[in-house]
């Protein structure tokens, strides 16, 4: 019988397949013992299932690379350092040893006092790892009984599902799989960001889908208007493929743009940076013909190792990054681990009450001197091979710049004496994305050459809310004036310091944000090589000047309502 349903859009593309429905996790095991003499066995059964599935995200991490890398390898090293948690490895050996649980009670009884343990905490981040908790401890249980605790993904499915982790995004997309639905989730979580530089059609947010899909049904799903249909119609079908007609049309119209100016109707050129971690990323950004990379992530060379790496080890992968844009500026961003980022060799703090607001980005350099000062030695050397660009993250201020600075003059000077071929000028810039730096903008900013605002960081800081907390999907977004206004005080701030300002938060890759965003006054994005066609095309079909008279309205719309009526009626 068909059926409709509606959800969020959270990755364009259209689908047509069967629904492989997965039900909520739950640890469904009754409470049974074991005799004293089975207590060792019992407790080496539990063992080896961890080391099992330590092994198993190890192997995965190694398979991945790029853009993968980074999305997925953050979960993967967070799920790791939770296999390693003495309070989850004691409390299993407690339950076991002293109360003779079997292991899988004794992994119900412990993921069950952990999760209450969260639930009651008053941040919702950490709240929110509940799912990681649960994903974990599901992978423990699946090993204990030699099963396999990766989703398997069929070609030709449609997964429905209440939410899905950013690892099996990938994982699904390898197999064939065709589309995601799920019940609860944020167009801007890690999981959406992933899909949509994947261009797996993901929808978000469908309350029902769990009550009203069964596996095997036929469904159609359409990642751009968030819509689900449940054994369509003739008509239906008709729409659907003209739907995938029009998506094919569309690939092949971008292709053509990829030697095109990215200049807009009335000859405005803007420029489009590539964000990148990997050889891959950069070889991509080439050919899509972006202006260099504009923020290139630095963290990739410390996760997934148990060592440092040393100065030479980083100093061949910024050389190879110059090299590889031929002539164009590679910005790269020093070391920014923290919070949700935490690296195998210590040098991220574990367990911080509130890791969003500890010690990470800048803060964290600062503090391990010496490593800071491997790393600007690393990259300086690489700025005799080309153009380069050093940008600080998590700047909340002007203090934290003058000792970056001062500490890379140090440095420079430092190589000189060396011999070694430095660039005579290494512009220095800051990311934006503390309030308090967009705030005092003013203060500091004849103290550095170049700007970069992070909108993931500064949306979550700004609104208070944690972007893969799914209770806070509805909350967290850029569509906000106080954001908004920030971002236009920021961009008129920079042209009136003849300091340059991009945007390399998820807004920027999002086209429907173009429009408003040169509204602000912006003139450089850095995005995802995987959207880059795409906001090519949309600056391409813009009046500049028509936008920019229209930025005395969008600031004055007072609420997110407003502000989607404006990109409605802006829309090219």
């Known amino acids: 019988m068909r059926r409709d349903l509606s959800g969020i859009g959270a990755s364009r593309g259209a689908a047509l397949g069967r629904a492989r429905v997965r039900l909520p996790h739950a640890l469904e095991v009754e409470q049974a013992y074991i005799d004293e003499s089975e207590v060792d066995e019992e407790l080496a059964r539990v063992h080896r299932a961890i080391d099992q599935v330590r092994d198993e995200m190890h192997q995965l991490r190694e398979r991945l690379h790029g853009a993968l890398a980074h999305e997925v390898g953050e979960f993967l090293d967070l799920h790791a350092l939770l296999l390693d948690d003495p309070e989850l490895l004691q409390g299993l050996d407690r339950y076991i040893r002293l109360k003779r649980y079997t292991a899988d009670y004794a992994l119900r009884r412990q993921r069950d006092r952990i999760a209450n343990v969260f639930l009651g905490m008053d941040d919702p981040y950490l709240r929110s790892r509940i799912d990681d908790i649960d994903q974990v401890i599901g992978r423990i249980h699946a090993a204990l009984h030699q099963r396999d605790a990766e989703l398997q993904g069929v070609a030709g499915d449609i997964l429905v599902t209440d939410a899905i982790a950013p690892a099996e995004v990938a994982q699904l997309q390898a197999q ?144 190879d990054l110059i090299l590889g844009l031929t002539g164009r500026t590679a910005t790269i961003r020093t070391l920014d681990l923290g919070a949700d ?48 660009r050093v940008l600080l993250p998590m700047i909340s201020g002007r203090e934290e710049i003058r000792a970056a600075r001062a500490l890379m003059d140090e440095v420079a000077n430092e190589l000189r004496a060396e011999g070694q071929a430095i660039a005579s000028h290494i512009p220095l810039g800051a990311m934006i994305e503390v309030p308090s730096a967009a705030i005092a903008l003013t203060t500091f900013i004849r103290e550095i050459d ?106 004055r719309a007072g609420d997110r309502s407003g502000i989607e009526r404006w990109m409605r009626a802006n829309a090219p």
């Open 341 to 388: 980022k935490a690296d195998d060799t210590g040098l991220a703090l574990r367990n911080e009450e509130n890791p969003a607001l500890g010690l990470r980005g800048i803060r964290l350099s600062m503090s391990r001197r010496e490593i800071f000062r491997t790393q600007l030695r690393a990259i300086l050397r690489a700025s005799g091979y080309g153009p380069l």
């Open 450 to 555: 170049f700007l970069s605002v992070g909108t993931n960081d500064l949306v979550q800081y700004v609104l208070a809310a944690d972007r893969n907390n799914e209770y806070l999907g509805d909350l967290y977004s850029p569509l906000h004036p106080a954001l908004l206004h920030l971002l236009h005080d920021v961009l008129r701030t920079g042209a009136r310091h003849d300091k340059p300002v991009a945007i390399c938060g998820e807004m920027a890759g999002d086209p429907s944000f173009t429009p408003l965003l040169l509204a602000l006054g912006l003139e450089e994005f850095s995005l995802h090589p995987g959207t880059l066609l795409e906001v090519r095309r949309a600056i391409r079909a813009v009046n500049l000047g028509e936008l920019r008279t229209q930025a005395r309205s969008l600031l």
């Open 176 to 319: 064939g799989v065709l589309a995601v639905v799920t019940t609860t989730g944020s167009a801007l979580s890690h999981s959406a960001i992933l899909a949509r530089s994947l261009h797996l059609p993901l929808i978000v947010g469908a309350s029902h889908a769990l009550q009203w899909l069964n596996d095997g049904d036929v469904i159609v799903v359409d990642g751009g208007t968030g819509t689900v249909i449940r054994e369509p119609n003739a008509a239906d079908l008709k729409a659907h493929q003209q739907r995938v007609n029009a998506y094919k049309r569309e690939h092949k119209q971008l292709n053509r743009l990829r030697r095109e100016p990215t200049r807009t109707l009335d000859g405005a050129d803007i420029k489009l940076w590539a964000n990148a971690e990997s050889r891959d990323d950069v070889a991509e950004a080439h050919a899509l013909g972006a202006a260099g990379v504009g923020l290139y992530r630095t963290e990739f060379l410390f996760l997934g190792t148990h060592e440092l790496p040393d100065e030479d080890t980083q100093f061949r992968a910024y050389r």
